[in-house]
């Protein structure tokens, strides 16, 4: 009986740490959209997505100051998808991400835009001179040749980054709106999607989203993605908003009592005397202190829109 009595209580313990393991665990709640509010060039972003990095993504040191990883889902969402792509086909390939839009969206230093979380800039692929893969941790400007200004040994790598636009213009869950980059490593990239066959459609999507901005530099360096207008940001403005020339002030009628003119006062007025006093000029040592020149901060950015 006893034994009977013990092999119940232990069965009855059994039955109710398994339904106490087995009972679910509290839902967390979703995080609430991202929203991006006004233009590229005049807004903000509200619950913005963090980029974080993954074998096949990682943030350029360079570009890391100041936090400026985030965007909306879908722009956050489409760079990790393109970069995963190319990662598949090139499986040593890791895409270096510079930055997106402050936590909050808003002005950032030295951009024209990427203040509404809808705007990234993407490094390029690069290989040394026997097509080995290279990580660098800024941007390297490229010349038509393919080669970098600063470094011959850095070249722009066809495959890769043909594989990197690819990817994006063809994301089935966000609409790519623009891909910043000089007008010489365009006609690059489609003579590349040509020459392996890729597809027309894919081909002339492409084409469509690469252009070199106007207004700014020929974004030699690095790509500039643009994502549209999330459908669930009714506040979102499409197009960056370009600055109106200010009018021109008019002139105010004449006082019916006006003063004399400068010019007549200074006739009525006696010549200045000479001074009595000798005047010791200083003698010139051939040297010009040179003055001091101020330096207008580079502009990144397409501003205004292109």
């Given at each position: 009986?006893?034994?009977?009595l013990g092999?119940t209580i232990?069965?009855?313990?059994i039955?109710?740490?398994t339904?106490?393991g087995a009972?679910p665990?509290?839902k967390?709640?979703p995080?609430?959209?991202s929203?991006s ?9 509200e619950?913005g997505?963090?980029?974080e990095?993954?074998p096949?993504?990682?943030i ?8 400026v990883?985030y965007?909306?889902r ?5 760079i990790?998808r ?8 090139f499986p040593e390939?890791q895409l ?10 808003g002005?950032?230093?030295r951009h024209h835009?990427?203040e509404?979380g ?20 800024s ?7 393919g080669i970098a200004t600063?470094d ?10 043909w594989?990197?636009?690819a990817?994006l213009?063809?994301d089935?869950?966000?609409?790519v709106?623009?891909i910043?980059?000089a007008t ?6 489609l003579a590349?999607?040509a ?7 894919v081909?002339?999507?492409?084409a469509?989203?690469?252009m070199?901005?106007?207004?700014a ?8 993605v643009?994502?549209?207008c ?5 506040e979102?403005?499409e197009?960056?908003v370009?600055?109106?020339p200010k009018k021109?002030?008019q002139?105010?009628?004449p006082?019916?009592?006006a ?7 200074a006739k009525?007025?006696?010549k200045?005397?000479p ?21 207008t901060p ?5 501003a205004?829109?292109?």
């Amino acid at each position: 009986m006893r034994r009977s009595l013990g092999s119940t209580i232990l069965a009855c313990a059994i039955a109710l740490a398994t339904v106490a393991g087995a009972a679910p665990s509290p839902k967390r709640a979703p995080p609430p959209p991202s929203k991006s509010v006004g233009a590229p060039n005049k807004g903000h972003l509200e619950n913005g997505v963090r980029v974080e990095p993954t074998p096949y993504l990682r943030i350029l040191g360079a570009y890391a100051a100041g936090d400026v990883r985030y965007g909306t889902r879908e722009l956050v969402d489409a760079i990790d998808r393109a970069a995963r792509e190319v990662h598949r086909r090139f499986p040593e390939a890791q895409l270096g991400v510079g930055q997106l839009s402050k936590k909050g969206g808003g002005n950032i230093e030295r951009h024209h835009s990427h203040e509404s979380g809808r705007d990234a800039d993407l490094g390029f692929y690069l290989v040394d001179a026997l097509g080995r893969p290279l990580l660098r941790d800024s941007f390297h400007s490229i010349r038509e040749n393919g080669i970098a200004t600063s470094d011959p040994s850095v070249r722009f790598d066809d495959g890769r980054n043909w594989a990197l636009v690819a990817a994006l213009a063809s994301d089935p869950h966000a609409h790519v709106t623009h891909i910043f980059v000089a007008t010489h490593l365009r006609t690059r990239l489609l003579a590349y999607g040509a020459k392996i066959g890729a597809a027309p459609a894919v081909r002339q999507r492409v084409a469509d989203l690469l252009m070199q901005p106007k207004h700014a530099l020929p974004h030699d360096d690095h790509f500039h993605v643009r994502v549209a207008c999330p459908a669930n940001s009714a506040e979102c403005v499409e197009f960056p908003v370009v600055a109106q020339p200010k009018k021109a002030k008019q002139a105010k009628p004449p006082k019916a009592h006006a003063e004399p003119e400068r010019a007549e006062v200074a006739k009525a007025s006696p010549k200045a005397q000479p001074s009595p006093h000798k005047i010791t000029r200083a003698r010139s040592t051939g040297k010009v202190k040179p003055e001091p020149i101020a330096v207008t901060p580079t502009q990144e950015d397409d501003a205004p829109y292109p």
